[in-house]
């Protein structure tokens, strides 16, 4: 079982849709749960990150962390054509120890 | 605040040659890592600094590939020589903190 698992498949949604994103994952030990948006042929940049369980909205952005289920959530409400990108969730145990990374999922929002 | 800095952005090369990159994280971030992303995948920690020392260079292909961070700052990591596997992105990312990372441009790889 991979640490980290995100359903890869493309996404393609009207705009104005609301956009949904999960990753589930193996190790208890994760505390620091994040959500990175990449855009073609760009280095990922941090979008959100939750502490432990709980939700946390930002904008149009809302993550949620259910730490029981070992599951993440992110929504995108009223998707916009330049939300289209990929979106990858990554976690860590925190202090020194590494990010584990979803291999993401690519959004395309059609206008 | 100028963002992490990457060279090249590009690079062909054969198999068997080598081959360097560059990288100068923000200001002020002690923490430095090299990931390899290949298409379609996440990226893949390959070496993380805490200023001049390293922190975990586990999943460093240690045969081929070398990474140093110069007084605490630049880092270059270097791969020799070159195998067709070795096609990827190498993105460079630096931290005030674990959780926030800072990515730069990164370097498409491709070797033939």
């Known amino acids: 079982q991979k640490e980290v698992e995100q359903d890869p498949g493309p996404l393609s949604v009207p705009e104005g849709a609301i956009v949904s994103l999960n990753c589930t994952y193996s190790n208890s030990a994760f505390q620091y749960f994040m959500w990175y948006r990449q855009y073609s042929r760009k280095g990922p940049e941090l979008l959100m990150y939750t502490y432990s369980s709980g939700n946390k909205e930002d904008g149009r952005f809302t993550a949620q962390v259910d730490k029981s289920s070992k599951y993440i959530s992110l929504f995108i409400r009223d998707s916009q054509p330049s939300d289209s990108a990929t979106y990858l969730c990554?976690?860590?145990?925190?202090?020194?120890?590494?990010?584990?990374f979803g291999k993401g999922n690519q959004v395309v929002v059609i206008p | 605040e100028a963002g992490v800095a990457q060279s090249p952005r590009y690079k062909i090369i054969e198999k068997r040659q080598s081959v360097a990159f560059w990288c100068n994280p923000i200001?002020?971030?002690?923490?430095l890592y090299w990931y390899q992303q290949i298409l379609g995948q996440g990226p893949k920690l390959l070496i993380q600094?805490?200023?001049?020392?390293?922190?975990?260079d586990s999943q460093l292909p240690k045969d081929r590939f070398s990474a140093e961070r110069l007084k605490g700052v630049d880092s270059t990591l270097k791969i020799q020589p070159a195998k067709l596997e070795d096609s990827a992105v190498y993105l460079c990312?630096?931290?005030?903190?674990?959780?926030?990372?800072?990515f730069g441009p990164g370097t498409r790889l491709t070797v033939t």
């Open positions: 990312a630096s931290s005030p903190r674990t959780y926030e990372q800072y």
């Open positions: 200001s002020g971030h002690a923490t």
């Open positions: 990554a976690m860590s145990a925190g202090g020194n120890n590494r990010l584990a």
């Open positions: 600094f805490q200023n001049n020392g390293v922190v975990d």
